[in-house]
């Protein structure tokens, strides 16, 4: 027998949950189906839990775009459910001379962004924000924050719920064929379902890519290659040295090692960047020894011994090691030929910042 709803998305992470409820909200009947047990259990739990402002990302890029609409958003949300967060701002340090005049073009990109509330502000203007800091200079963004990300997971979660949608947790997506106006799907569970669909929402992370190799139909030459960032994390023991996020200039394919807060006021030090070929997120104590360098250039009171491993989480990059760095893909029928399917590849940082506006965003493109 085979079942039928109006939308399915794949993936119950942030992205997706975010999607669903906004596709619930216009009316759509819509199930998230989840191959794990709960919600956020991939990249929406291994990352640093930043709001971000979308001072760095190229202008008219998706990235840029969605994560500054995303940041209003987002604060938004939080404001009306007392979701837990805190609007710390950002510090984005030039550790040399040579690194000073860096920071006019970063505040020139984030203009263009439309991320109009970076600041430039001196060696002693920094000094008096951050007495632990040793810097030449530094861009101060007051919209950067740090969020409870799986608070707000739950409570995109309870709008799709309220709305009529429903969470299938335990349900791995075995094929996918494409027909005219509809994709039936094949799912396990407790049991194997198949369930036509009119709109089909891969928002699997990183597992895109895999779950849209399994669409009969879905031409192979328009799913992407996925590369995967590993970014570990450090934990700093003892009290923390500073009240706002710590930026250093961006460095190939991250935005370098710093200094983030959790909610409780914790200190971790990363991500940085490892090129792996698998999904393994164990730390290696080892390469804390790279970050001691790399923190002391604005920190230099960091104590040997005090960094110890906390987590590693990986990013689904477009690019390979050493090419330029892409976009977001929110792919549509104008580029695949499938009508009802939308496949989102490379869905990395800000990934998190801009969750509610590709909601939006998909939508549209689907309902419009």
């Given at each position: 027998m085979i079942e039928s709803v109006e939308c399915i998305v794949i993936g119950a992470g942030v992205v997706g949950l975010a999607v669903a409820r906004e596709m619930a909200l216009k009316g759509i009947e819509t199930i998230v189906v989840e191959s794990q047990s709960q919600i956020g259990t991939g990249i929406s739990s291994r990352n640093s839990e930043v709001i971000h402002a979308g001072i760095y990302y190229p202008p008219n890029s998706l990235k840029g775009k969605l994560c500054v609409q995303g940041n209003k958003l987002l604060y938004e949300y939080c404001q009306q459910r007392n979701i837990n967060h805190k609007r710390c701002g950002k510090l984005i340090v030039a550790t040399s001379e040579s690194q000073l005049q860096k920071l006019p073009e970063i505040q020139k990109n984030a203009k263009a962004n439309k991320a109009l509330d970076l600041e430039f502000i001196s060696k002693q203007q920094a000094a008096k924000l951050e007495p632990e800091l040793a810097c030449y200079g530094a861009l101060f963004s007051p919209s950067t924050g740090i969020i409870d990300s799986h608070a707000l997971m739950l409570n995109l979660q309870g709008d799709l719920e309220h709305a009529g949608g429903v969470v299938a947790f335990g349900s791995k997506v075995h094929s996918g064929e494409c027909a005219k106006n509809t994709i039936l799907l094949t799912i396990a569970g407790e049991q194997e379902v198949q369930i036509r669909a009119k709109y089909v929402i891969n928002c699997a992370g990183l597992h895109a890519q895999s779950i849209a190799r399994l669409f009969q139909g879905l031409p192979r030459s328009t799913i992407p290659e996925i590369h995967?960032?590993?970014?570990?994390?450090?934990?700093?023991?003892?009290?923390?040295?500073?009240?706002?996020?710590?930026?250093?200039?961006?460095?190939?394919?991250?935005?370098?090692?710093?200094?983030?807060?959790?909610?409780?006021?914790?200190?971790?030090?990363?991500?940085?960047?490892?090129?792996?070929?698998?999904?393994?997120?164990?730390?290696?104590?080892?390469?804390?020894?790279?970050?001691?360098?790399?923190?002391?250039?604005?920190?230099?009171?960091?104590?040997?011994?005090?960094?110890?491993?906390?987590?590693?989480?990986?990013?689904?990059?477009?690019?390979?090691?050493?090419?330029?760095?892409?976009?977001?893909?929110?792919?549509?029928?104008?580029?695949?030929?499938?009508?009802?399917?939308?496949?989102?590849?490379?869905?990395?940082?800000?990934?998190?910042?801009?969750?509610?506006?590709?909601?939006?965003?998909?939508?549209?493109?689907?309902?419009?």
């Open positions: 995967y960032a590993k970014g570990n994390y450090y934990a700093l023991s003892g009290s923390s040295p500073f009240k706002h996020l710590i930026y250093p200039i961006p460095e190939e394919a991250g935005l370098g090692v710093h200094s983030t807060l959790d909610l409780g006021n914790s200190v971790r030090f990363g991500p940085d960047v490892e090129w792996v070929n698998e999904l393994n997120y164990s730390v290696d104590p080892a390469r804390a020894n790279d970050f001691y360098g790399q923190i002391r250039k604005y920190w230099p009171n960091l104590k040997d011994g005090s960094l110890t491993p906390s987590y590693a989480g990986i990013r689904p990059k477009l690019h390979a090691q050493g090419h330029p760095a892409k976009d977001f893909m929110i792919q549509t029928e104008s580029e695949h030929g499938v009508a009802g399917l939308v496949n989102l590849y490379g869905i990395e940082s800000p990934g998190l910042t801009a969750s509610m506006a590709i909601g939006a965003i998909v939508a549209e493109s689907l309902l419009s």
